[in-house]
């Protein structure tokens, strides 16, 4: 069986909120952030029915409550998808949504379905990480990992305990830019394409949620030096060179190429290659290392090919050693992350993966000379996950050209 190229047309997510009483999503439930991605993907796209869409993909990190039930299924039905559009749901934490893309893409490419939705939700305020999750005993008793590999914010400490040249100052460093670069992004009004606004119901009463709640603008270096370290006394990781806990939905419009062709859409990019890879669970910010070294050993490319890369934040050590690896110039290589990232943004576990991948939707209508763009994360239990995208905006154009 011949694979079929599949192309991204659109994607949108919902503006990150803060998890917890005083986020604006405290009172709205998970599901409904993920049918409101659904319905604005089609008002965007009014070529694409209802009807013709197959499948519904969605990731979550967990699957109960309003994240429960086949999230895949359960918001088909409430968006208004006919009966006839399947569902599923997948869990691979961090890159649960990235998964649910990859998955319906697999899809798409052998054939199983022409036109997918696919995306990724995680409402941290409703489940805390890991709150609900027994881990097997085992893992601890039998040494299968250390107690380290279960709390994300240790795994982070531990990166700067294998890299002790990256230090907590450089962590700091890289987290200012972060910062500064979604703030510049919001004032060029970049950040704003890529949300769909929400009107949801508030301790203070009805709020539009329209851009995100995490990012801190006034960020300085000497604001940074003095945070706690909440992960080790006298550690290196602190609450501003960590992304946050959060709230959100993103998710995106998959067919194949052939199909936009045919209903005069225009595709965004198309998916080259993608690859997932274990590391050891205590070190799992190292995770995308292996991953886009399996990426580029299976596609023949390097990183030499890639002019775009959209890595999510997970901790700012994590991100470093990346660009260690890679080559690529500390503290903001103008190829990575250019609107910053979750450090900023907050990372709404499953959701962040579709963001990263919207981003770079957007980035390659400003630079039609980038041929790849690559997007790629850590993943809690020690995993990476890479997906290679090739711009197919190679004249230049706005970005907010999909019907924003
Ligand atoms: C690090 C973490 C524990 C912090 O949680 P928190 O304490 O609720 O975070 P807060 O936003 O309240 O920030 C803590 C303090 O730092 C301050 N702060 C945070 N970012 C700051 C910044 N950029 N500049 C200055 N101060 C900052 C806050 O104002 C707050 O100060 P206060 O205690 O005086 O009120 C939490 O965000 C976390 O666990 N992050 C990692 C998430 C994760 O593991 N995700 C999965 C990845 S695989």
Known sequence: MQARDVVLVDGIRTAFGKAGEKGFFWFTRADDMVVKVIRELLRRNPQVTPEMVEENVWGATTQEGDQGLTLGRTSAILAGLPDACSGFSVDRMCAGGMTAVTCAAA??????????????????????????????????????????????????????????????????????????????????????????????????????????????????????????????????????????????????????????????????????????????????????????????????????????IELNEAFAVQAIIFMREFGLKFPDDPRMNPWGGSIAFGHPLAASGPRLMIQLMHQFAERPEVRYGLATMCVGLGQGGSVLWENLQTTAQPSAAAGA
């Open 107 to 308: 899809e798409i490419a052998l054939g199983a379905c022409d036109i997918a939705i696919a995306g990724g939700v995680e409402h941290m305020g409703h489940h805390p990480m890991g709150a609900t999750a027994e881990p097997n005993p085992r893992f601890l008793a039998d040494r299968l990992v250390s107690e380290d590999a279960l709390s994300m914010g240790k795994t982070a400490e531990n990166l700067h305990d294998m890299f002790p040249e990256v230090t907590k100052e450089m962590a700091d460093e890289y987290a200012y830019h972060a910062q500064q670069k979604v703030a510049r992004a919001y004032q060029a009004g970049k950040i704003q394409r890529t949300l769909v606004p929400m009107t949801v119901y508030t301790k203070e009463g009805w709020v539009v949620a329209d851009r995100d709640q995490q990012p801190r603008p006034e960020t300085t270096m000497d604001g940074l030096k003095t945070l706690k370290t909440p992960f080790r006394v006298q550690g290196n990781v602190t609450a501003g060179n960590s992304s946050g806990l959060n709230d959100g939905a993103s998710g995106v419009l998959l067919m194949t190429a052939d199909k936009a062709g045919k209903l005069g859409l225009t595709p965004r990019m198309k998916l080259v290659g993608f690859a997932y890879a274990g590391v050891k669970a205590e070190i799992m910010g190292y995770g995308p290392v292996p991953s886009t070294k399996k990426l580029f050993a299976r596609t023949g490319l390097s990183m030499n090919d890639v002019g775009l």
